[in-house]
């Protein structure tokens, strides 16, 4: 793989609507939030998602993650998923700049 080539397992990951949804989700809550209110936002099952989320660095938990979550068990945003937010409202403007200059011509 060249330099120049994506991550597939992070581009992979953020391609998908759920993982936007669980990350701007947690961007809005910063004291954390349970896998039941994340998954209740993302409106898909959010065990997996978090899980991948974590292994790529961008999402904590309090207690350990060889159990399952429980009604007390809460995932936040770590400063490299604050960064992530970061990244993403920027493309996100980027893409709406583009799209109104599309409209335009």
């Not at 936040?76 to 403007?93: I, M, S």
């Amino acid at each position: 793989m060249s330099s120049r080539e994506p991550s597939s397992g992070i581009l992979g990951l953020l391609s998908h609507k759920t993982t936007y949804q669980a990350v701007r989700f947690l961007a809005a809550h910063p004291h954390g939030a349970s896998q039941a209110q994340i998954t209740t936002a993302v409106g898909a099952d959010a065990q997996h998602l978090l899980r991948r989320l974590a292994r790529e660095g961008f999402v904590t938990r309090n207690g350990t993650w060889d159990l399952p979550a429980d009604e007390w068990t809460t995932f936040a945003l770590n400063p490299r998923g604050h960064e992530l937010v970061n990244h993403l409202e920027r493309l996100d403007e980027w893409a709406r700049t583009r799209r109104a200059r599309h409209q335009c011509l």
